[in-house]
Structures are given as C-alpha cells and as structure tokens.
Nanobody, 125 residues
Framework: QVRLVESGGGLVQAGGSLRLSCTAS????????MGWFRQAPGKEREFVAA???????YYVDSAKARFTISKDNAKNTVYLQMNNLKPEDTAVYYC???????????????????WGQGTQVTVSS
C-alpha cells in the first residue's frame, strides 16, 4: 500500500515562501505521476501541480509563475516550492500519486489512487 507523508506547511506572511515535501513509501516517485492539490475551507479540492515519471510538469494557471514542482527519485520525495505566497493560497495541501495517469488526467483528483494526510499552509496579509 502506498503511503504519502507531507511536511513543510506553516504560517507565512504574504510574499513569503514555503517548500512542501511529500515522502512516499517504496520506490513510487520514479514510476508514478505525483500531484499536489489543495483545499481551502468550504471549497473543493483543487489541482495545483503534478510531475510525471518522466519529469513533465503541469500547473494550474495561478501557480505557474510562483510554484515549482520537483522530485528526487533517490529520496522518494516530491517537492512543491511556493514563492510570493498570497492569502488566497491558504489551504490544506495534499500530495497524491497514481501509476497510470496520462497528461490530460493529471488535474483530476478522482484519478489519483493514493493521498497523504495533508499539511496546512496559512498566508497572512
């Protein structure tokens, strides 16, 4: 069973930066599509970014210029570097993984089979 553990969340002022990490059990980072989603109170869980096993990256438009997804296969870890954070980025951020996703499905949360417990990111104005 795939286990994903997120870390790196916290409280930051607007304009600040955070780096989230997602460490996976087993060697899945090298072979799975890995995604980051977020969910703000009262809102649907939404796609933020994803990285394929071949290092193709995908972003929601609001994150393209500020966030960077990367991975370290040797450490079984995926990262989300978030810069110039805004109050509207406040949410619980979740890591997700699936072995079968293709490019046009990476933003669909229902396509991911494994999820972490989430890490809270709070951006103050």
């Amino acid at each position: 069973q795939v286990r994903l553990v997120e870390s790196g969340g916290g409280l930051v002022q607007a304009g600040g930066s955070l780096r989230l990490s997602c460490t996976a059990s087993g060697r899945i980072v090298s072979t799975y599509c890995m995604g980051w989603f977020r969910q703000a109170p009262g809102k649907e869980r939404e796609f933020v970014a994803a990285i394929s096993r071949t290092y193709n990256t995908y972003y929601v438009d609001s994150a393209k210029a500020r966030f960077t997804i990367s991975k370290d296969n040797a450490k079984n870890t995926v990262y989300l570097q978030m810069n110039n954070l805004k109050p509207e980025d406040t949410a619980v951020y979740y890591c997700a993984a699936d072995p079968w996703l293709i490019a046009d499905k990476v933003a669909d949360k229902d396509e991911y089979g494994a999820w972490g417990q989430g890490t809270q990111v709070t951006v103050s104005s």
